[in-house]
């Protein structure tokens, strides 16, 4: 079946850049999401990218995937400490259910 | 700006108990899911809900889970008997059904979440 992997955890510098890594297995996914968790929170949409695009900018959000590899990234321009959350990848196809990672926490230091 | 709302937030229950876990997703929305995470692991697809019907479920979804829309805004899973290893946070989402295989996204919209601990 269809698989998403994700590291844990990620620690960065209030200021520097973040690059949240995921891997998935479905070729044929058309779709890949990231949503973003807050303590007590539910997942909430940050952005998503076609398949057949390789980047995505949206603010201070860029988004990279290279198809071949099954590899999409999640970059965060100049991290903030409000940018603590989990992040999880996410793929999926037309109307099927979509299929999360694990979620990377990202901790973010003042 | 619209919102799934999920109650109750915590419920504790003994092992071997029926729970309800209820759900109000955002009016115009036309599908409706289930998933679950247990704690430190993967959010896991439950049950997609489509015109009064499951339209796609997972291998986790078996005889001890249903779900049923029943009225206009509720939509509820019930475990009929909980185990152990039910003890997860289930969230809710919608999403307004435009996703196509080649046209738009599925964008699903979810709750806060109802934690459930089995005892």
């Known amino acids: 079946g269809e698989d998403v992997e994700q590291s844990l955890f990620l620690s960065v510098r209030e200021g520097d850049s973040s690059v949240i890594n995921c891997t998935y297995t479905?070729?044929?996914?058309?779709?890949l999401y990231w949503y973003k968790q807050e303590p007590g929170a539910g997942l909430q949409l940050l952005t998503y990218i076609f398949s057949n695009m390789d980047m995505k900018q949206d603010q201070r959000l860029t988004v990279l995937l290279n198809k071949k590899d099954k590899h999409l990234s999640l970059r965060i321009a100049d991290t903030q400490t409000g940018d603590s959350a989990i992040y999880f990848c996410?793929?999926?196809?037309?109307?099927?259910?979509?299929?999360f990672g694990s979620g990377t926490r990202l901790q973010v230091q003042p | 700006e619209p919102e799934v709302t999920q109650t109750p937030s915590h419920q504790v229950t003994q092992m071997g108990q029926e729970v309800i876990l209820r759900c109000v997703p955002i009016?115009?929305?036309?599908?409706f899911y289930w998933y679950r995470q247990i704690l430190g692991q993967k959010v896991e697809f439950l049950v997609s809900f489509y015109n009064n019907e499951i339209s796609e479920k997972s291998e986790i979804f078996d005889d001890q889970f249903s779900v049923e829309r029943p009225d206009g805004s509720n939509f509820t899973l019930k475990i009929r008997s909980t185990k152990l290893e039910d003890s997860a946070m289930y969230f809710c989402?919608?999403?307004?059904?435009?996703?196509?295989?080649?046209?738009?996204?599925?964008?699903?919209?979810f709750g806060a979440g109802s934690r459930l601990t089995v005892l």
């Open positions: 479905d070729s044929s996914s058309t779709y």
């Open positions: 989402a919608s999403s307004d059904n435009r996703a196509d295989s080649w046209g738009r996204a599925n964008v699903l919209t």
């Open positions: 009016s115009n929305h036309l599908y």
């Open positions: 996410a793929e999926g196809t037309g109307r099927r259910a979509l299929t």
